[in-house]
Nanobody
Framework: QVQLVESGGGLVQAGGSLRLSCAAS????????MGWFRRPPGKEREFVAA????????YYADSVKGRFTLSRDNAKNTVYLQMNSLKPEDTAVYYC?????????????????????WGQGTQVTVSS
């Protein structure tokens, strides 16, 4: 059974950095894509970043471009989200997710319903 475990969340002051990790286990297939989403307090879940498992440039939400960097270690079945210059509005529960099947358009990466497997989430709180 596929399991995704996020770690690295915590409390940080505005301007600080955090690095989130998402380790996948129980994979019997090679994922097509892995993504990060977040749910701010009282809001809907939103896209943060995603990448094709086989390589290529990651996709980022406009709100995090230039501040967040997604990377992956295929040998460890792990993806990372380096978050720099954090802002209070980055406060959210961060989730990683896996897409098993091919997505035909780049815009597909942005929608949470295209991802089948989800982690439990890790809380990120940015104080002002």
């Amino acid at each position: 059974q596929v399991q995704l475990v996020e770690s690295g969340g915590g409390l940080v002051q505005a301007g600080g950095s955090l690095r989130l990790s998402c380790a996948a286990s129980g994979l019997t297939f090679s994922p097509y894509a892995m993504g990060w989403f977040r749910r701010p307090p009282g809001k809907e879940r939103e896209f943060v970043a995603a990448t094709r498992w086989s390589g290529g440039s990651p996709y980022y939400a406009d709100s995090v471009k230039g501040r967040f960097t997604l990377s992956r270690d295929n040998a460890k079945n792990t993806v990372y989200l380096q978050m720099n210059s954090l802002k209070p509005e980055d406060t959210a529960v961060y989730y990683c997710a896996i897409r098993k099947r091919i997505m035909s358009t780049s815009s597909s990466y942005y929608y949470s319903y295209n991802y089948s497997y989800w982690g439990q989430g890790t809380q990120v709180t940015v104080s002002s």
